[in-house]
């Protein structure tokens, strides 16, 4: 199985700035994707950013050049660091990775998993 703890939500005020972590452990040959959604009260779940191995960062529109999302392939951890940060962006963010748990000569197959969300509130 694999694990994931987030950590660093919390309340901050308008235009301030936060940085969230999660670290993934468990039976774990590659990660292939790591990623941050997020979901507000009352609407669907959405992606925030997005870091592939093979293709790059994606983005939300609406976190573009406040947000920035990055890794640690040593120690299976992904970061967002959150700036700028107005009401708007207040949910419950959670990690998403997607692990291949064997080589892929045993398995082809790879596997999502959750962190448990984290909350951050923008207010004054």
């Known amino acids: 199985q694999v694990q994931l703890v987030e950590s660093g939500g919390g309340l901050v005020q308008p235009g301030g700035s936060l940085r969230l972590s999660c670290t993934a452990s468990?039976?774990?040959?590659?990660?292939?994707?790591m990623a941050w959604y997020r979901q507000a009260p009352g609407k669907q779940r959405e992606l925030v950013a997005k870091?592939?191995?093979?293709?790059?960062?994606t983005y939300a529109d609406s976190v573009k050049g406040r947000f920035l999302i990055s890794r640690d392939t040593t120690k299976n951890t992904v970061y967002l660091q959150m700036n700028n940060l107005g009401s708007e962006d207040t949910a419950v963010y959670y990690c998403?990775?997607?692990?291949?748990?064997?080589?892929?000569?045993?398995?082809?197959?790879?596997?999502?998993?959750w962190g448990q969300g984290t909350q951050v509130t923008v207010s004054s």
């Open positions: 998403n990775v997607n692990v291949r748990r064997s080589p892929p000569w045993v398995s082809t197959t790879s596997d999502d998993y």
């Open positions: 468990g039976t774990i040959f590659s990660i292939e994707a």
């Open positions: 870091i592939v191995d093979r293709s790059g960062i």
